[in-house]
């Protein structure tokens, strides 16, 4: 009745143990390709030339200007032509909204936080002193 009972027992652990190195061999395989992701993020984070034309007004035009553009602006902010946007550097609001930092709305307002990236470009960009380049 036992010896039975035991090949049906060791089959059930063999195969327990399959299905858990099937997930261990899933799970690192997941692990290894999030750090691929994570390496080509960091590799084509360009901190160095940053300019207003190249990097900071196309990130204005692709994340804020739908709401804060010629044809709708909120709070009366506008981030189309330089000087708008240098305006909001030298107060410390454009840092400050997009950082989510307290007192100033969390910018974009609607879109996740802008990426690491993205807001090194344009701490650097207001750091540099806002050039219109
Ligand atoms: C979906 C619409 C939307 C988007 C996109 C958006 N904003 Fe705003 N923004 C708002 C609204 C609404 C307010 C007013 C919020 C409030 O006062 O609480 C605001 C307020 C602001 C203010 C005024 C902050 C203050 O201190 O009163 C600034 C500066 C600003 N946004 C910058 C930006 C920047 C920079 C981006 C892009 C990174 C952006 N916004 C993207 C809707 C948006």
Not at 101 to 125: F, H, Q, R, T
């Amino acid at each position: 009745m036992f010896s039975r009972h035991i090949p049906r027992v060791l089959g059930g652990a063999a195969l327990l143990a399959l299905v858990a190195s099937a997930g261990l061999g899933v799970s690192s395989c997941a692990y290894q390709n999030e750090q691929e992701l994570f390496a080509g993020e960091q590799l084509s984070c360009d901190t160095v030339s940053v300019t207003y034309r190249g990097t900071i007004a196309p990130l204005m035009a692709q994340h804020c200007q739908r709401c804060h553009g010629p044809t709708r602006a909120e709070s009366g902010v506008v981030v189309t032509a330089h000087h708008d946007v240098q305006t909001l550097g030298r107060t410390g609001q454009l840092l400050g909204v997009i950082q989510h930092k307290p007192g100033y709305p969390a910018m974009p307002d609607d879109e996740p936080m802008l990426s690491e990236c993205d807001i090194n470009k344009v701490k650097k960009w207001v750091r540099a002193g806002m050039p219109d380049n």
